[in-house]
């Protein structure tokens, strides 16, 4: 229609004033259209090819495009599938975007549980666990320019606890990421256990007893009254030393046991240290449930232990202190139950002790006496007394005991019981009875020929120290002879430690040196004790001696005991002979040797050449 339109109108125009066409000008006209046209077109075409190729260079960049995005999308899942945490994304109106299969695997979903869109709320209510509402959950943080984060703690009905932190963006949304925690938690509630329990008995150990004290004495009503025992096993060192430390570990997991079951209902237990236990007692009335309390573990504790058919007999101290009158502070609480239990121990263990105020003053003195102990030694504060060993048959003395002294600078001449019991049980008498060792031998290598001396020596310097090297080092520095020395041992050598100290006294004897049990019958088990060893010599105590003259009864013993260490063929020397009427009485018996205030009391190193020249007692010969 354009193209006739236009044709006509160029006819028109190629129309003469006559009506004739001019053919020229029509044809000229239709020509210029023509080329006109075909210059349009070929600008459409060539334009038309320019958008083609442009297109195609397109579709290319957004082939390109479309593979590096689906590329990235698998890295991102790879990335997200194989984090060991587990992430979510949630939107502004709290509905999932993003998650991983791990967050999939922590909270026990399925895939299909966790599609794109579905609410937080009917998450939370698929999850195989519960939220841990209390304590745990930590306060928001605040993260600069962001949000804020929050820890929320999931507890898995298998027993996980998966730790979710969730970062709140300021929009709303967040992302959260997700930990299973139960091993670190385990480990960190392992280390919070072993810090407040004894990992042998697992009782609660000294510092979270302090708390419990702490918090029990915090606590305390007015009128209320609170009694702490502390208890210690007696001797229970020689049971490690002996059996082993296996053993002794044992044998405390089974005390604890025991105390457990003594210290029920609501009674706080605790294990202070190696044989140390503790009871806190609150609520009730004081003393009686406390000595009930105590009555009881003596008995339970008393129950041999048994290791494989062969029992091991236990017995233990206890000391107690009440709060409020025995103090309300913890630390002054813990120290009077400490008092006590030190005097249940000085009375030789087996039973308990209240505190009392004396108490205190009298272990202040006993800790001012050890402290001056300590330097005793160096001090030359020590010395030798020597007390004659008078023989019957030969009628003049044969030998000396050297006895101890302690010239203190400012008490004075202190006596040995008050300070060789203490010395033994601060180990100090091992250094002070090697002085002991070589001081003798050293006075009596002075002394003539043939005259013997007798040292003391305690079962400690048996198990503390290499006596045979003391004694070695004693003769020979002095060069006295063995057979010019004889050792004094006690019972509880034998008994606290027979198998060390057996061998000790083999060798000792082997070498000359004489072995005297002293203040024999004192103790539980004189008897079975002679058996065990060869002695050269017992030492009657001199409390058989008191009444021999009057108590016929009493005569009638002391004579048993010669005949049978005679029977035995050892010489026997009865001590504490004070009265001429007893050595005659004594005379008329198999009595070897006797020694006592009669003949002459202890006297020092300086005073022996005078009695050993002085004329010497007579007394009539035994009838034989
Ligand atoms: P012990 O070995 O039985 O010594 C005898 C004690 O009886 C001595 O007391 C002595 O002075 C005392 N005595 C002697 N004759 C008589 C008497 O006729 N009547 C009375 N009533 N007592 C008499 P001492 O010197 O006070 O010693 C006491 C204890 O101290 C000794 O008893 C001994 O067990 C211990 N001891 C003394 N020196 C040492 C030592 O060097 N080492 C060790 N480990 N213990 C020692
Ligand atoms: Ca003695
Ligand atoms: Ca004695």
Request: hydrophobic residues 40%.
């Amino acid at each position: 229609m354009e193209a006739e339109a236009l044709f006509k109108r160029q006819c028109m125009e190629a129309l003469n004033n006559d009506g004739t066409a001019d053919e020229e000008l029509l044809i000229a006209l239709v020509l210029e259209t023509y080329r006109d046209r075909a210059e349009t077109i070929g600008n459409l075409k060539q334009r038309a090819d320019g958008m083609k190729e442009q297109n195609e260079g397109l579709r290319a960049a957004l082939a390109f495009a479309t593979g590096h995005l689906a590329e990235q999308r698998e890295l991102l899942e790879t990335v997200l599938n194989h984090l060991p945490l587990g992430l979510s994304v949630f939107d502004t109106e709290q509905r999932l975007i993003l998650s991983n299969a791990r967050f999939r695997q922590l909270f026990g979903l399925m895939e299909g549980d966790t599609v794109a869109g579905v609410s937080i709320n009917s998450l939370i209510a698929k999850i195989g666990g519960v939220e841990r509402s209390e304590g745990r959950a930590a306060p928001r943080e605040t993260v600069p320019e962001s949000g804020h984060i929050r820890r929320r703690e999931w507890v898995m009905n298998d027993g996980r606890i998966i730790q979710s932190v969730v970062t709140v963006l300021p929009d709303g949304s967040n992302i959260s990421i997700h930990a299973d925690i139960t091993q670190d938690r385990q480990a960190a509630e392992r280390i919070a256990f072993l810090a407040h329990h004894d990992p042998l008995t697992g009782l609660p150990n000294r510092i979270s007893f302090r708390e419990r004290l702490d918090s029990a004495l915090a606590a305390r009503k007015a009128g209320e009254q609170i009694a702490l025992i502390h208890l210690n096993l007696d001797r229970f060192k020689s049971v490690n030393d002996t059996l082993g430390v296996s053993v002794g570990d044992k044998i405390l997991r089974k005390v604890a046991n025991r105390l457990r079951a003594c210290a029920r209902n609501g009674n706080a237990l605790a294990r202070l240290g190696s044989d140390e236990f503790a009871i806190l007692q609150c609520g009730l009335q004081q003393p009686w449930n406390v000595t009930a309390l105590a009555d009881q573990i003596r008995r339970e504790l008393s129950e041999p232990f048994f290791r494989g058919e062969k029992p091991i007999e236990l017995s233990v101290s206890m000391g107690i202190a009440i709060s409020p009158q025995d103090g309300v502070d913890t630390d002054v609480l813990l120290k009077h139950a400490g008092v006590a239990l030190s005097h249940a121990k000085n009375a030789g263990g087996r039973g308990e002790r209240f505190f009392t105020q004396e108490m205190e003053a009298e272990l202040e003195a006993r800790h001012a006496l050890e402290a001056d102990l300590r330097t005793a030694l160096h001090g030359n504060e020590f010395e030798l007394h020597y007390q004659p060993l008078y023989d019957m048959a030969e009628q003049r003395i044969l030998g000396f005991e050297a006895l101890l002294r302690w010239n203190h600078p400012t008490r004075g001449r202190v006596a040995p019981m008050e300070f060789i019991p203490l010395a033994e049980e601060v180990g100090l008498i091992v250094d002070i009875g090697r002085w002991v060792l070589k001081r003798a031998c050293l006075d009596a290598a002075m002394w003539p020929e043939g005259i013997k001396v007798a040292v003391n020596v305690s079962a400690i310097q048996f198990t503390h120290s290499d006596l045979q090297q003391d004694v070695s080092a004693a003769l020979a520095i002095s060069k006295l002879s063995p057979n010019r020395l004889e050792i004094e041992i006690t019972e509880s050598v034998l008994m606290q430690n027979r198998d060390e100290a057996l061998p000790v006294l083999h060798a000792l004897r082997e070498r000359g040196i004489g072995i005297a049990m002293d203040d024999f019958g004192t103790g539980y088990s004189s008897l079975s004790y002679l058996s065990s060893f060869p002695f050269d010599k017992i030492k009657i105590d001199k409390s058989f001696v008191n009444d021999i003259v009057d108590n016929s009864e009493a005569f009638s013993i002391i004579r048993a005991i010669i005949l049978l260490g005679d029977a035995l063929g050892m010489r026997v020397t009865v001590e504490g002979v004070e009265t001429a009427a007893q050595l005659e009485l004594l005379a008329q018996e198999a009595c070897d040797e006797i020694q006592g205030y009669h003949i002459s009391p202890p006297r020092p190193a300086y005073d022996v050449p005078y009695l050993l020249s002085r004329p010497q007692p007579k007394v009539k010969a035994r009838a034989v």
